[in-house]
């Protein structure tokens, strides 16, 4: 629970909020690079932390990200004509450059236009593309002495091995991002119902379980110790850039089944549920404003392409990717509750929702535009929950005192993996994560 | 004509006002028994006094109403499953009863779901059925000490008798009521128009004149008497739950035609237009919002069953019942004008509206989202307006004293019935009252 | 630039604003005449200066616009029935005349009502009709002591050489004035483009660039003019009914290619780009309220009926006219991004949306629902804008001074013209305004 001072700080992200000024010392996924997909192409209106900017694609193919404003009369550059690297307000032909820089001011004579032209800059984030993605900082001064954008493996890997695309989530940023550090609902969010009872993982009206013939056994079985154990216990480290969360429940044969969960400062997640052979999967949820966000979403595989039948179903929407309209926007969303289907939640699925990320999307959402943190009555499996609010609010605390937010100058303390285990009961949880990660990919501190 | 402070008084009806908390101290009408038909149906959304909850039917039929929010994390209890006795939320599986206990906390240990569970209840309305209509009560404490719903006619008769509905007003309660409280708008708002002036009543493009064979005489003439005499002479009679209004018309050979309204606290209407073989006709103004509410309607007769045909009518939408889609809003709604129709407003109708409830709705949304009291030039036909008026504020200054307010506490008062009479002109009110309800319908205390 | 307080100033408009006063004191376009085409046709809602009216034509054919509040119990008069010169509440009969007088109160006694009637009247503007166009004035008191309508030349014209429109603008009033004003637009907002550069003017898909074989070799010139010389030189005389802003660019042969605008106080503009043989264009910009105003649309020539292909183009929405659906609303707007082509943009349309209008319109919104006008770069093609400012903001310091601001009561200073010249370079300004307008047509005191 927190009291009603820290939920403002945690979830208010605006110019001048300490969570804000936290946001605003990282490296943030700003759009898809394919949202720009050629040079010269059509602008695109993003909104960033409550502030709106217009992303374009120069000549040159770099992208530039630009207060939206035309500094003349204040038109919107969003209707300015991508020309010739730059982009040119189509009220007086003012033209500025990706780094906001104007480069033309074309009605008046050229002499008058030489001493406008310094004074006519519009502010510019700084850019750079990673992994499919057009990273933003909002820094000002030297885009040299920046850091680099973190070093994730989704986007060291090949092309071939790598899906990434873009949700809209209609809540505030946090509570979705407390949804992917809490492994705990999937024992009922995302359960199936049959048989009078719960069992395994239900996806769009497929319960995926044992004896489906879909799988490897492992891979069953882990949705059936889901359903068996809906108490986990969770047992929580630290590192350089985050906490690994890790979650343990009953398997077969005195075994524990645990699954261990990233969260890299300040919103990014790699979700639990890949054995080694498995893809790996990994979220960004970046404040659009407030009472909404952009949940970017990664898939890859560190060592073999994605097959084509496993991107044709990431591109279709299963698994933390949600089926979209062209602006990103889920089908199933706030405005038509999600399409819930009651006699399904009756017969085959726990929610009546089809989707894994349709289901967190829509228990997110339901805790409010904001959700209220005043009113809680946290548990055991909320731990991560817990540990994720206590590491952000400390970095506001850090920034407030001019110290750089645990991560945010270190890009290589992001090259960490997350995934599952089965193991011996009476393994310690550093054991586990020796074992499934090696001391390299749990995070830099985490283990020795 | 009321101050800024007593409109505010009359029309705010959220938790902590005055006349939130008069509403609060009586059952209210919170949704249709057929919108939960069967156990272990659908949960659905209601709105009530501005408080937001999740009403469900359980297993074995009892009706709960819930504030929607589960005490665990904040999600929303309306995704909930309905399922053996209770409505458990998806995200953890917690559990609620319809007395708003939290029956299972399955994500923790037993031994701490235990010490959990005390302190986990949700906020739970009292709820009664009768009528086919689901009231609520928002008393705190044993529902054995709550005084049973009131006593209603409707509610008494046999289900052959009756058909129940309910529709949405776009305004607040209190216009909407006054309009229920105001037959002198009989003579212009529901006329038809035709050959140069008004015409009986209008309906559905289907005026019901003299001679148009549909109907007995008396039946017919009344329809000419509220056009001939559009000044009604009102007079108010007190009664233990609340008022009988009184408005004589002239009709023919030296007769009067009085049509007589019940209100009752607070915020109920037995309409008047009947003769003892006609319908009995109810409503109850409901607030959703402050700018919104449900007005359930109730149509009824004593002592026989309703025809088919007069169902088939009252289905569709006819007289205080509206056209309404699957969601209960009207068809005709302020958003497309009600589809006035002006070349029928020249020709047939006097509102160029189609339908009486649609006509009532109209002129009441009309009024404001909530009218301003402070500027009226009230009259005699508004007798009964004021007299409603002055009885809800006293009921606020009752309930601020500690008072019961009138009838909320007395089930009984609430059998009374409303209706027409023609009488001699020189019979005095109370003889009129006398002659067509006897002392026992006119509501205890009227007449004796 | 202005401070905030000038910005606020300048753009609130509502009852009791500095410049609410100023346009109290002015007629106003308030709807065209054809909104109301008939004796006792439908009532029209319309809203002025943030205040909402109900206008309706009475049996003689006299346009009233009144309050659309009974003073009874507040019922809406836009549900009234339009009948035997006047307006009647549908509640219970209320009937007001185009004066607002109430004239009928039937549902009381007849002597009750003559008491009441004196003191039930409601509001009312002044109204007239000139142009096709009813106009309103807020005047309190008698009509006799108004000044006339302004005495605009498409106003005295005969109606075959005259069309009049309107089309909504979803920004405030004051920036899409502004837009009226600021003929270096021209260079940029409306061009075309082709051959790797701009070209001629660009409306509808189809660029009017030289060889084109669709007009005189002037008009076509003056499209090459207007995109070589995109710095236009300004100069603006000042007369009795508002400015003379002159704009010259270079044209061929040491000729000057003169655009001149009239802005009349406080809301109006006589465009250029018309030659004599041209018909001539003006806007009224009227606000709703101060996030959107009516563009009010006129073209007419003085000597000679418009032609019939002309007049279907206006109707169509070319030029000044927009495309709109049945209720003046442009189908190109804000909502869908004015329909922006972004294909178009790069090959042929400086800003791939078509249509002057729409261009005109896009721009205007895009500086903001109101501009801010705080952060600006004005520069010399800006002088038009700053003279209309500074002239407007003297006004308001006029009417608190209690003087009538400039042109109120002087209607004839009105009859004005706008149009184009192409001039040997060396001549004085007022001698261009001499040779192209006469004396009398440039504005009273512009030049002698």
């Known amino acids: 629970m927190l009291t009603v001072e820290e939920n403002e700080t945690l979830t208010r992200t605006g110019s001048g909020t300490p969570m804000g000024d936290v946001f605003r010392q990282y490296w943030m996924p700003a759009l898809l690079s394919r949202e720009l997909p050629a040079p ?52 007086h032909g003012w033209k500025f450059d990706v780094d906001g820089r104007c480069v ?26 990673a992994g499919e993605v057009v990273w933003a900082h909002f820094a000002e001064g030297d885009a040299d002495e920046l850091p680099g954008v973190p070093d994730f493996e989704f986007a060291a890997v090949p092309p071939e091995h790598r899906f990434v695309g873009k949700k809209l989530q209609q809540c505030n ?3 979705a991002c407390e949804g992917g550090l809490d492994t705990a609902h999937f024992s009922y969010l995302h359960a199936g119902v049959g048989g009078g009872g719960k069992v395994g993982l239900h996806e769009a009206g497929r319960p995926t379980t044992p004896g489906d013939g879909n799988g490897e056994p492992l891979r069953l079985a ?31 044969d005195d075994c524990l089944y645990w699954r261990m969960t990233q969260f890299l400062m300040p919103n990014h997640s790699l979700t639990p549920g890949n054995f080694p052979e498995d893809l790996s ?66 017969t085959e699925s726990y929610t009546g929702i089809v989707g894994i990320s349709e289901q967190d999307q829509a228990i997110a959402d339901s805790q409010g535009p904001i959700a209220d943190r005043t009113r809680e009555m946290l548990c055991q499996t909320d731990l991560g929950v817990v540990r994720f609010r206590e590491m952000v609010l400390q970095a506001t605390r850090d920034v407030a005192a001019g110290k750089a937010p645990l991560g945010a100058v270190d890009p290589g303390a992001y090259r960490v993996r997350s995934g599952d285990a089965v193991i011996a009961a009476d393994a310690p949880v550093e054991e586990v994560v020796r074992h499934r990660f090696g001391v390299r990919f749990a995070g830099r501190g985490a283990v020795s």
């Not at 217009?54 to 209707?79: M, T, Y």
């Not at 020309?83 to 189509?90: I, K, M, P, S, T």
């Not at 309209?325 to 399409?339: A, I, K, S």
Request: glycine share 6%; charged share 30%.
């Open 40 to 91: 010269d192409c059509p602008p695109v209106r993003i909104k960033l932390l409550g502030e709106d900017f217009v992303a374009f694609r120069d000549s040159a193919g770099k992208v530039g990200i630009v207060e939206p404003r035309c500094p003349h009369r204040g038109a919107d550059l969003f209707f300015g004509r991508n020309e010739d690297c730059g982009l040119r307000c189509v009220y």
């Open 104 to 129: 033309d001011v074309p009605n008046v004579e050229p002499t008058i236009a030489e001493r406008l032209r310094p004074r006519a800059a519009v502010r510019a984030l700084k850019t750079a593309e």
């Open 173 to 175: 940023w946090a509570q």
């Open 222 to 252: 882990r949705f059936r110790w889901l359903v068996e154990d809906g108490a986990p216990r969770f047992s929580v480290l630290s590192h350089d850039a985050g906490l690994l969360l890790c979650a343990a429940r009953h398997a077969d």
């Open 281 to 346: 999967l990994a979220n960004t949820w970046v404040p659009i404003d407030d009472t909404s966000c952009w949940i970017f979403c990664y898939a890859w595989h560190p060592d073999r392409p994605i097959g084509d039948k496993e991107r044709h179903r990431l591109v279709a929407g299963s698994g933390i990717f949600a089926e979209t309209d062209e602006h990103f926007v889920p089908v199933r969303r706030r405005e038509n509750d999600y399409l819930i289907d009651r006699e399904l939640q009756k």
